[in-house]
């Protein structure tokens, strides 16, 4: 089992619509949680860190964070064509000596 | 605009070859990773480093691959000999407290 887990998609909502991605990991002492966005050829991009159970919200992102069900999501609201890209889920993970761990990616397209 | 710089940008070199890639980590930043991405194993964390030591090099190919981190201003990661497989997308990100990583633009190495 892989230490951060995403379903690579490809994920395609239309223009306007919520996108949701979704990310689970394997060490229940895990204290840190970030979303970021590659676009192809590019580099990730920080999006969102989060920290405690809960939503957190930043403009059209939120994420959400279920430490008991070691669950994060991220949900695009008025998805735009821009938000196209792969998005990775990146976990702190204090037993293996405070290492971050990235999932392989979800690749969003988001059809105008 | 702080941000995390990379040299080259793209190298193509042929097979035994030594190939040299350097990061200047943002100012203040006290932890520098270095990643390998490549479409069929994602992200992959290659080596970090905080305060200049060196604290987790697991992920390197330790026969071919050093890194290094002679100042607070730059880090390297060298490949002696390069080969075909070692070709992929070369990312180092630095992080201050508490632990947000930013990345660079990336080395794209192709060998030949």
């Known amino acids: 089992q892989k230490e951060v887990e995403q379903n690579s998609g490809p994920l395609s909502v239309p223009e306007g619509a919520i996108a949701s991605l979704n990310c689970t990991y394997s060490d229940r002492v895990s204290q840190s949680f970030f979303w970021y966005r590659q676009y192809s050829g590019k580099s990730p991009e920080l999006i969102m860190s989060?920290?405690?159970?809960g939503d957190k919200e930043d403009g059209r992102f939120t994420a959400q964070l279920n430490k008991a069900s070691q669950y994060v999501s991220l949900l695009i609201r008025d998805s735009q064509p821009s938000d196209s890209a792969t998005y990775l889920c990146a976990v702190n993970m204090v037993l293996g000596g405070n290492q971050f761990y990235f999932g392989t990616g979800t690749s969003l397209t988001v059809i105008p | 605009d702080a941000r995390v710089t990379q040299t080259p940008r793209d190298k193509v070199t042929e097979m035994g070859q030594e190939v040299t890639m350097r990061c200047q980590p943002i100012?203040?930043?006290?932890?520098v990773f270095w990643y390998r991405q490549t479409m069929m194993q994602g992200l992959e964390l290659l080596a970090y480093f905080r305060n200049r030591a060196p604290l987790d090099d697991s992920g390197m190919p330790k026969d071919r691959f050093s890194a290094e981190m002679p100042d607070a201003t730059l880090a390297t990661l060298k490949i002696q000999p390069s080969e075909p497989r070692d070709s992929a997308v070369y990312f180092c990100?630095?992080?201050?407290?508490?632990?947000?990583?930013?990345f660079g633009p990336g080395t794209r190495l192709t060998v030949l």
């Open positions: 990100a630095s992080a201050g407290p508490p632990d947000t990583q930013y």
């Open positions: 989060i920290y405690s159970n």
């Open positions: 100012l203040g930043h006290n932890t």
